[in-house]
């Protein structure tokens, strides 16, 4: 069966995808999360934490057989792995994540979308290098939908996320375009608006584009779906040489 690298989003950790692996391997595929540098047990100091840093941790835990699935800002370090070692990746699923332009950050992505959903919702650091989620915010953006113990769960282990990595634009080519892709739009979500995560999703072939009722954690609100459908999208991969999407300009 299929080998998931599940990379998390802003201020979350490997932590988040707990109830996602068991039901991944219930229908016999490995998955394995990592955390980003500066997040979970990751050293790294939000001072050091690059773009291309998050990358290598990416392409540090692939194989040519995995296929990554990035959640919300996790749509750009899986974004840069695949345009640095195009063959060292199966395939890159979008979950309720930015998708990459060629050429602009995640925060030039996040400008554009029809709606600001999270300026009010987070403080940055003193040094102005990381920001946190206001804790009274957390639920309503993230979690509204997930049973009552995600959010106290959730709240001992939200970290700081590095501003840096989320300013620095990507410039993609050929290498990602030739990537699989698939994208999951989370129609209840209160962070990145439903409507922008469909204009994304044109991004990847329409028989690659999926969609869940569900808040910005799915993870969370629906793990049991959601492995049903990365299940399917392993299953209907194009093989190798198959048609692919063209990146975003």
Known sequence: MADFLLVHGSCHGAWCWRDLIPELAALGHTARAIDMPS???DPTPVSEVTLQGCRDAVLK??????IVVGHSWGGYPISAAAEAQPTRIRALVYLCAYLPKDGMSMIEMRRQSPRQTIGDAVDKSADGLSYTVKPERVQDLFYHDCPAETVPYALSRLCPQAIAPQDTPLPLSDAFARVSKAYIQATNDRTIPPEYQKQMSFGVPEAMRHSIDSS???FFSHP??????????????????????????
């Open 224 to 249: 049991g779906q959601l492995a049903e459908i990365l299940d399917s999208i392993a299953i209907d991969l194009p093989h190798e040489g198959g048609a692919q999407a063209t990146f975003q300009r």
């Open 61 to 66: 835990a692939c194989s040519p057989q995995t």
């Open 39 to 41: 997040h979970g047990a």
């Open 216 to 218: 910005h954690s799915p």
